[in-house]
């Protein structure tokens, strides 16, 4: 099914591109305020490389360079920074996400605090969104066995 | 100068137009996936590079700041890292046809690559 077929193209292709899909990721995630964009649409094409990676190469190369428990652990990094956000503002007896109650730590204005509570949560975003796609795509392409699935026809 | 720049625009654009038209043309007309893919590949690569030249030359006359140079620079970098990816992606859709066993189409029906003799070479 799945075949190694050592492409010298496709691999050297991928490398190059690699690197700059990530940053524009990072790219569309930071100008998520102003532009289209945001912490799901960066996380999808942060994990749109990661799956390059897998493709062009193989899922066992590409699991040395992202391993599954660094991936769950990004999984509950992303919601624990998201959650913790909204609590910290429930702690300074706001509502939960609240943002401007993050004037008690950060020495800003209300307006202020409310972008970077914005650009706390859409951090968090990111990170679990590209975690739980390449979580979602190798139990799609290895069937749930999380074992590289190769040369089933030779 | 004015005219000179919207002219350059409209050329750049009109010839991306062409070339997007001969692609889909060719997409739609060609017999089998590698000829299809042959005009794809090469048509919309030329064709997005020379629609991105022209939106950046108008952005450029039409923005003419700091940020307008910013964002022509950015309309370029699609145009460089479309030229990487989407020969590749070509390349990758055509070789994985051929490793899956599609024969390329011939007028009379003949068989000219013989997929058998070829493996593993």
């Known amino acids: 099914m799945v075949r190694d077929l050592d492409d010298i193209i496709i691999r050297t292709c991928a490398r190059i591109m690699v690197p700059f899909m990530q940053v524009y990721g990072l790219y569309v995630f ?9 912490g799901f649409q960066g996380g999808c094409i942060m994990a749109a490389s990661f799956i390059l990676l897998a493709t062009a190469f193989n899922i066992k190369e590409a699991k040395m360079r992202f391993t599954e428990k660094v991936n769950g652990i990004f999984c509950c990094l992303g919601v624990f920074i998201y959650a913790g956000t909204g609590a910290v503002a429930v702690i300074f007896s706001g509502n939960f996400l609240d943002y401007s109650r993050w004037t008690n730590i950060l020495p800003t204005n209300p307006v202020m605090a409310r972008y970077y509570g914005m650009a706390l949560i859409e951090l968090g975003v990111q990170i679990t969104v590209m975690a739980v796609m390449v979580s979602i795509f190798l139990d799609l392409v290895t069937g749930g066995s999380h074992e590289e699935v190769m040369k089933t026809d030779d | 100068m004015t005219l000179i720049i919207l002219t350059m625009t409209a050329a750049l654009l009109v010839a991306g137009l062409f070339f997007f038209f001969a692609a889909t043309v060719g997409f739609l007309r060609f017999p089998d996936l590698y ?4 005009a794809t590949g090469k048509g919309d690569t030329l064709a997005l590079l020379l629609m991105v ?5 108008f952005n450029l006359y039409d923005n003419f700041c700091w940020m307008g140079m910013v964002q022509s620079v950015k309309l370029l970098f699609i145009a460089v890292f479309w030229f990487i990816a989407n020969p590749t992606a070509t ?8 490793e899956s066993g599609v024969t390329p189409w011939t ?6 690559i013989d997929k058998t003799e070829g493996e593993g070479a």
Do not use: Q
Not at chain 1, 30 to 38: E, I
Not at chain 2, 91 to 98: D, E, G, I, K, Y
């Open chain 2, 53 to 57: 030249a022209g939106l950046a030359l």
């Open chain 1, 30 to 38: 930071v100008h998520g305020h102003s532009s289209p964009g945001g």
């Open chain 2, 107 to 112: 007028k009379d029906g003949t068989v000219i």
């Open chain 2, 91 to 98: 390349h990758a859709v055509l070789r994985a046809a051929f």
């Open chain 2, 35 to 38: 000829t299809r893919m042959h």
